[in-house]
């Protein structure tokens, strides 16, 4: 039986309902696979902070580093600042570990309707550089609240940081249809943006199955609401890959269905899986959430813990249950997280006979 310990971080808000609504999935999933899942739980996140003034222990890093895995519903609370939240938690972690990869999966899914008339059936990965970039802590503030008050943040881009996440994007577009767009923005940012655009367009050209177009990032997101099923990979800075895949993910239907996966390519490190959406204090408490961000999060997480088949089986359930008109609110339906969640595990039994393991780990489907 294959063991992993998992980190689970639940954080704030609807955090604490879509993560365990995503752990009994696993569990249900393990049983069928002869995983031996093992869930750490810590209680990191604002309450945290309201108690001991920091988002997590001195030492959090350390205790993250013995597991696997780390699985994280969301941080962020209407009584700490947004940055702290951030960068007391999520981006210690990002950057510590070198989860420099950001892979963001956009998918139709059946039984979701999208708010636009999509013509044909959209299937794209952003794949988001996730250590530099916008998200810098170079800069500060001089003159609080005089008239000259003034703040500058300095991006930055490295060659390895641009080059490892285009090599990332290239290997998986090269394993898809082949085509890969990097969001770029040359015209107005004239010394960083163009340094992406020399390292990607380099980087590509040692994947010969690989066609670059580089697109500015306004028009692209014109391109995503008009066009998005012509896209295959895109490749993206911080803050465009963030911006892009909240836009992707309600072009399928609602942020409530975005996966994410931060990982560390090397295995140096444990990756870090999440959904994309936040903690939604809107909406935090009712029982409302859409738990398919999290659930697919974690389908991506057995998939990188080397097991495809029970990840497999984990999307197939969760596709099936949307396919026979189960959702939660955002996606239109009627059901609450918990019902959803137990069509979830209805159609995870139901799939079983088709992803059993056998003897030798190959799923007899
Ligand atoms: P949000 O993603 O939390 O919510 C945006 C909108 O989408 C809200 O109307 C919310 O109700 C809806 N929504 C989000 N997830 C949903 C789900 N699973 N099911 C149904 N509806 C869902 O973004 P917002 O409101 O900008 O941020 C709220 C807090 O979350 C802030 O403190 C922010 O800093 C934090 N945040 C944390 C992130 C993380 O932990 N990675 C990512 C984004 C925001
Ligand atoms: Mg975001």
Known sequence: MSRHSIAVIAGDGIGNEVVPAAIECLQRIAGVHALNLEFAHFDWGSGYY???????????????????????????????????????????IRREFQQYINLRPVKTLDGVASPLAAKHPIDLLIVRENNEGE???????MYRGLPQES???ETIFTRLGVSRAAHFASVLAASRRGHLTSATKSNGIVHTMPFWDEIVEETVREYPGVTLTSELVDALAAHLVLKPWTFDVIVASNLFGDILSDLGSSVTGSIGL??????????????????????????????VANPVGQIWSGAMMLEHLGHPEAAAHLQAAFESALRDGVGTRDVGGTSSTSEFTAAVLTAIDALSANYTLSPGGVAAS
């Open 151 to 153: 703040a500058v943040q």
């Open 50 to 92: 309201g108690r001991h003034g920091r988002m997590m222990p001195v030492d959090g890093l350390e205790q993250l580093a013995k597991h696997d895995a780390i699985f994280l519903g969301a941080v962020g609370s209407p009584e700490v600042s947004d940055a702290e939240s951030l960068w007391g938690l999520l981006i210690p």
């Open 135 to 141: 998200y810098s802590e170079v800069g500060g503030r």
């Open 258 to 287: 975005a996966p994410s996966a931060n990982l560390n390519p090397e295995g140096n490190f444990p990756s870090l899986f999440e959904p994309v959406h936040g903690s939604a204090p809107d909406i935090a408490g009712k029982g």
